[in-house]
């Protein structure tokens, strides 16, 4: 039993089921189904990949409510708990707050997620990384293409060194909630909460993950605000293990009044991450970093051809 996550637009999202019989590939099974279902519209879903489908594999989760059957409706069971329902299958929620929900939820219930694997660039520059942290850098650039998958692989920077509490900075906002949903919905990750410090009570929801044993991911706003620097001093007084993660490092949090603060909040152990696409040298600004990495899209192609 699978379900499966895609949208037309950035406001609404289609939440369903499908049935994978055995064989059978559960993404291009689950997008033969969305097909199927758009009648004489399926000009609007003419390639699987670039629609972005998400599928879960939801069988132990289906077999512990009684509804792992072909007629069973587990995807109703799990839309109706989420809520945001418009009609039928139509949630009025974005994709990719809508598929961080049903990650969440799955976790919750003991179901086991995807697993993801690491690509050969991914796990090239992953151990180039973790050696520099073993030899005692704390500061690290990484300019890393487009579609190298840099948060999965932060992600996995962060899983290696094992670190109890992250911190997600970016002066962009919409980086949290693809950042979040990506993590989320991969069994690697299954241990961590993830928390917008923008939403109320965040405090108090970091703070029972760590009670109940699990790990956090902070995202943190970098725009300028009068709640910012509480939401830094919070973060950084906790006494965990942490690693900060800016993402588009070029981008806005590069300027001193968005990394002096950070700067300053840092601990001696903390570990940093600086992550752009481009614009490395404005990515530093006044970190001082320890150890750089890179990787272009012309050597992505190359990967690629010689796989």
Request: proline fraction near 1%; charged fraction near 30%; aromatic fraction near 10%.
């Amino acid at each position: 039993m699978f379900c499966y996550l895609w949208s037309e637009d950035d406001e609404e999202c289609k939440f369903g089921q499908r049935w994978v019989y055995a064989g059978k590939d559960p993404l291009t099974d689950c997008g033969k189904r969305i097909r199927e279902s758009l009648g004489v519209r399926k000009d609007l879903f003419p390639d699987i990949k670039a629609r972005g489908i998400q599928v879960w594999d939801v069988s132990d989760f289906a077999q512990s409510i009684e509804k792992f059957d072909i007629k069973a409706k587990v995807d109703d069971h799990i839309r109706n708990i989420i809520g945001f329902r418009k009609e039928r299958e139509v949630h009025t929620i974005e994709q990719t707050l809508m598929g961080l929900k049903v990650s969440e939820f799955l976790a919750s219930h003991n179901q086991p997620l995807l697993e993801v694997g690491l690509s050969t660039d991914q796990h090239q520059q992953a151990e180039a990384v973790l050696e520099a942290y073993n030899k005692g850098n704390r500061t690290m650039l990484a300019e890393l293409c487009a579609r190298f998958g840099k948060t999965i692989w932060s992600g996995a920077i962060a899983t290696e060194t094992e670190q109890e509490l992250v911190v997600v900075a970016s002066y962009v906002k919409t980086v949290f909630t693809s950042f979040a949903n990506d993590i989320a919905r991969f069994e690697q990750f299954r241990d961590y909460v993830h928390v917008d410090t923008g939403e109320e009570g965040y405090e108090k929801k970091i703070r029972n993950a760590f009670k109940d044993g699990k790990k956090v991911f902070a995202y943190l706003s970098m725009c300028g605000g009068s709640k910012r620097q509480d939401r830094i001093d919070f973060l950084f007084s906790l006494r965990k293990k942490r690693m900060m993660i800016i993402d588009e490092a070029d981008f806005g949090v590069h300027t001193k009044k968005q990394s002096a603060p950070l700067q300053q909040a840092r601990k001696k152990s903390d570990l940093v991450l600086l992550m752009t696409g481009t614009n490395s040298d404005r990515a530093i600004s006044d970190w001082g970093v320890d150890f750089m990495t890179s990787k272009t899209y012309a050597e992505l192609l190359v990967s690629k051809k010689e796989a």
